[in-house]
């Protein structure tokens, strides 16, 4: 008897035109050569005597379990997943790694996703790639430059997580003066050679114009080959892909008994985490509904209400991490909602490109919101909403992310009298947001103990380290800055 020869696990464009690669190929490239977004061949269906048993794991049991359906073995052996693993989660500060609270005033479950080293969710997914990059590149003997631009807790996440790694390079753009300090320190104050932040000025649009450079930087395939340029934006599928473990975990700690639906309130900016879920969802865990939640620039808050994607005008509100104009995980969703069609995809891309604007035809709409609520929260009811959960019986105190999900939970509870049981994704650590937390206080009250957390606080009795350049001459700057570092 032979053993039966086991399908490779596959990843291919959204777009449809480049010839499919491995999990390795896919998440060092970052996006497909095509310009498309990577996507499994095959999403892998857990059937409810295997949700059963999942239940008990432990978060990295649970993770291992759940991403070895992704990874295909021969690329990385089970004991290798397992040891990288374990690595990417060593310094989150939570013994269940994203523990659940339950708020018994509001009746909602909090899923805190901000117990890692730099205090948000992007800490959750953005260690294990880069671990995992570093596994596949130290086994190729290459390098590469990890070029970014954060508005937030992407920078920050990566800056950490490449800390130290022989094998990257790791350049982190923000716009200066449009992050909290917090954020800042969190990149400037690593001691680490390989890390290289720049603080650039004279930003108009924030995080959009450097998003332009760093499109820049990729548009020029010799330039993209001589910088050895990839990519930890929430394009890596490895980063969605990660994020799909923190609601099946959730879920387990949640329900009554499995087999039971449940309703995710999420922040929603560039729909990573969202995407997670319904990706979640389509791997058979049982979820009535996505709340995706989003402050006034809601791009997705118009999708999902009127069937419309456009662009639309910054303004500067609270909540800078979902503060993004075009989401770029849409066009995953997109692709695995409209029955994995490239075509399709490609087109609607295409006229976005164009136009700056679809209207979906209505049957398309009604698949895509399917299983989807949205509500738009202003940054009034952000701040009320974290008052009123800080002063009322549970105490606790919420950052302004988690409390927009909270807002729109609270909402769907009054529109619908749900009976199903919600979790809201807190998704940053009230410390990171010290000046929010302060508008929600009484004048001269003292920021409470929950708003600082002890690695902000070192941070502060350490030198700054970073570039800093007017946009203008960032290209330029760059360019010649990581040519430099590579041949040191
Ligand atoms: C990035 C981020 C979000 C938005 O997540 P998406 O995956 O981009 O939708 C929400 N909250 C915080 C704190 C973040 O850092």
């Given at each position: 008897m032979t053993l039966e020869k086991t399908e490779m696990i596959r990843y291919k464009s959204t777009r449809g035109t480049t010839p499919p690669v491995g999990f390795d190929e896919a998440i060092l490239s970052g996006f497909a050569a095509d310009g498309g977004l990577f996507v499994p061949d095959t999403i892998p269906l857990f059937n409810p005597a295997e949700l059963e048993e999942m239940a008990q794991l432990e978060y990295l049991a649970l993770a291992e379990r759940i991403i070895r359906r992704f990874i295909d073995p021969v690329i990385m052996p089970d004991h290798d997943l397992r040891k990288l693993l374990r690595n990417s989660f060593l310094y989150f500060d939570a013994e269940e790694t994203v523990p659940v609270v339950y708020l018994n005033q509001s009746d909602l479950h909090v899923l805190e996703l901000f117990h890692g080293p730099t205090l948000s969710f992007k800490d959750i997914a953005m260690g294990f790639l880069i671990n995992c990059m570093d596994y596949f590149l130290a086994r190729r003997g290459e390098k590469l430059s990890l070029v970014l631009a954060t508005t937030g807790d992407t920078g920050p996440a990566a800056a950490y997580a490449s800390a130290g790694k022989k094998t990257l390079e790791c350049w982190p753009l923000y716009p200066k003066g449009m992050i909290s300090e917090e954020q800042e320190r969190q990149m400037t104050t690593l001691d680490a050679a390989n890390v290289h932040p720049v603080g650039v000025e004279g930003c108009a649009s924030g995080g959009d114009d450097l998003d332009i450079i760093v499109a820049n930087?990729?548009?020029?395939?010799?330039?993209?080959?001589?910088?050895?340029?990839?990519?930890?934006?929430?394009?890596?599928?490895?980063?969605?892909?990660?994020?799909?473990?923190?609601?099946?975990?959730?879920?387990?700690?949640?329900?009554?008994?499995?087999?039971?639906?449940?309703?995710?309130?999420?922040?929603?900016?560039?729909?990573?985490?969202?995407?997670?879920?319904?990706?979640?969802?389509?791997?058979?865990?049982?979820?009535?509904?996505?709340?995706?939640?989003?402050?006034?620039?809601?791009?997705?808050?118009?999708?999902?209400?009127?069937?419309i994607l456009s662009r639309q005008e910054l303004k500067t509100p609270v909540r800078s991490a979902i503060d993004i104009v075009v989401p770029y995980n849409f066009w995953r969703f997109l692709y695995l909602t409209c029955g994995q069609d490239p075509t399709s995809v490609k087109m609607y891309m295409s006229l976005f490109e164009e136009q700056g604007m679809i209207e979906f035809p209505a049957a398309l709409w009604n698949k895509l919101r399917q299983g989807f609520i949205s509500y738009s929260i202003s940054d009034t009811e952000t701040l009320d909403t974290m008052r009123s959960i800080y002063r009322g019986p549970d105490g606790y105190l919420l950052d302004p992310h988690g409390a927009v999900a909270v807002a729109a939970a609270k909402r769907y509870q009054e529109e619908t009298a749900a009976e199903l049981k919600i979790v809201c994704l807190a998704t940053a650590h009230p410390a990171k947001f010290p000046l929010v937390i302060q508008q929600t206080l009484e004048q001269g009250e003292d920021l409470p103990e929950a708003a600082l957390h002890q690695t902000l606080e070192q941070a502060k009795n350490r030198f700054h380290h970073l570039r800093t350049c007017h946009y203008g001459n960032l290209e330029q700057a760059l360019t010649r800055a990581m040519k430099r570092q590579l041949l040191k």
């Open positions: 930087l990729f548009a020029d395939p010799e330039q993209k080959e001589e910088l050895k340029l990839s990519s930890v934006n929430s394009i890596n599928w490895c980063r969605v892909m990660a994020q799909t473990v923190h609601y099946f975990f959730a879920y387990f700690r949640t329900v009554d008994k499995v087999g039971d639906e449940i309703i995710f309130s999420v922040p929603t900016g560039a729909f990573g985490n969202l995407c997670a879920g319904s990706i979640a969802r389509s791997m058979g865990l049982p979820v009535n509904q996505f709340i995706c939640a989003t402050n006034d620039n809601g791009t997705l808050h118009r999708l999902f209400s009127n069937g």
